[in-house]
């Protein structure tokens, strides 16, 4: 069983920060790729960033300069730090991990997905 829990989301007004985390369970993240999706109402799940086992970094080029992803290996735990929110960054996220090693944005690549936390940037 592999289980992913994330948190950190909330309600922040534009140009705020917030962390997500995204704790893992029955896998080392050192094994596969992992990733944050995100969807808001009525749109397409997207992929924001994934990370590689062997450090590769792919962002959304709405996100670059913006967020950074980035994993604690012997904590088992995915971050995606985020900065300089805007209102279109509102969705709710999800941490997705998977065990092949080369990986983007499609989220039909990750197998194993967390509940979704919530983020919503007011202006």
């Known amino acids: 069983l592999v289980q992913l829990v994330e948190s950190g989301g909330g309600s922040v007004q534009a140009g705020g920060s917030l962390r997500l985390s995204c704790a893992g369970s029955g896998y080392t993240t050192s094994n596969g790729c992992m990733g944050w999706f995100r969807q808001a109402p009525g749109k397409e799940r997207e992929g924001v960033a994934s990370i590689r086992p062997h450090g590769g970094i792919t962002y959304a080029d709405s996100v670059k300069g913006r967020f950074t992803i980035s994993k604690d290996n012997a904590k088992n735990t995915l971050y995606l730090q985020m900065n300089t929110l805007k209102p279109e960054d509102t969705a709710m996220y999800y941490c997705?991990?998977?065990?092949?090693?080369?990986?983007?944005?499609?989220?039909?690549?990750?197998?194993?997905w967390g509940q979704g936390t919530q983020v919503t940037v007011s202006s």
């Open positions: 997705a991990a998977d065990s092949r090693i080369y990986c983007g944005l499609t989220s039909n690549v990750f197998r194993y």
